[in-house]
């Protein structure tokens, strides 16, 4: 059983609107990291948290952003969503960003 | 531009026999290289990792190759059971960061 949930589980949204996917880390874990999984495709890394700051980020545009909160719990917004953000966002929480990732089951979203 | 490929996309195997899938690397900064398993609507899920000071790891019936000069790494499943039937991913990173992942191996072990 993971320790990372992540809600909703699905989601359908349309082109232009912003969405807020939602992750809870396990207690005591420092970090989360997001991650865009297109259909077949491996995970694409979007940003890191550590500690409430973004600690990295790839190559994904601002419309795309995060925020960790004090609770271990996090959250993904995505503004003027595009029919190309369809796909599964995956959540990973570490004790630190050294230290092994546990991966949540993930939001799959689509836009329409 | 793909920091990590991987080969083959699919493999079909019989039960007990040996599954290898084959990773390949382009950044010498890489200092860990862990697969993990994927089931339908789960996420991924660590399944063995290795860093490259070592040329092989096991654990159980999961083996790491590990090729520095090559920059190439591989996982063998031995004795492949239905239950293993699932999508691999190799992966890479820096100080385990920010990871970059293979393109992924559907595995179907057939009874």
């Known amino acids: 059983e993971t320790g990372v949930t992540q809600s909703p589980t699905h989601l359908i949204k349309t082109r232009g609107q912003q969405v807020t996917l939602r992750c809870s880390s396990q207690s005591g874990h420092n970090t989360v990291s997001w991650y865009q999984q297109a259909l077949g495709q491996g995970p694409q890394f979007i940003f890191q948290?550590?500690?409430?700051?973004?600690?990295g980020r790839g190559n994904f545009p601002p419309r795309f952003s995060g925020l960790q909160f004090p609770n271990y719990s996090s959250e993904l917004n995505v503004n003027a969503l595009e029919l190309d953000d369809s796909a599964l966002y995956l959540c990973a929480s570490s004790l630190e960003p050294s230290y092994g990732y546990t991966f949540g089951s993930g939001t799959r979203l689509t836009v329409v | 531009q793909q920091q990590v490929k991987q080969s083959p996309q699919s493999l079909i195997v019989q039960k007990g026999g040996i599954s290898i899938i084959n990773c390949a690397y382009e950044?010498?900064?890489?200092?860990?290289f862990p697969w993990y398993q994927q089931f339908p609507g789960k996420g991924p899920a660590l399944l063995i990792a290795?860093?490259?000071?070592?040329s092989e790891k096991k654990e159980g019936r999961f083996t790491i190759s590990f090729n520095k000069s090559a920059k190439q790494f591989s996982l063998h499943i031995m004795d492949s059971q239905p239950g293993d039937s699932a999508t691999y991913f190799c992966a890479a990173s820096i100080i385990r960061n920010q990871f970059y992942f293979g393109t992924g191996t559907s595995l179907t072990v057939i009874p």
């Open positions: 290795i860093r490259p000071d070592v």
């Open positions: 948290y550590y500690r409430e700051e973004e600690n």
């Open positions: 950044n010498t900064a890489f200092d860990y």
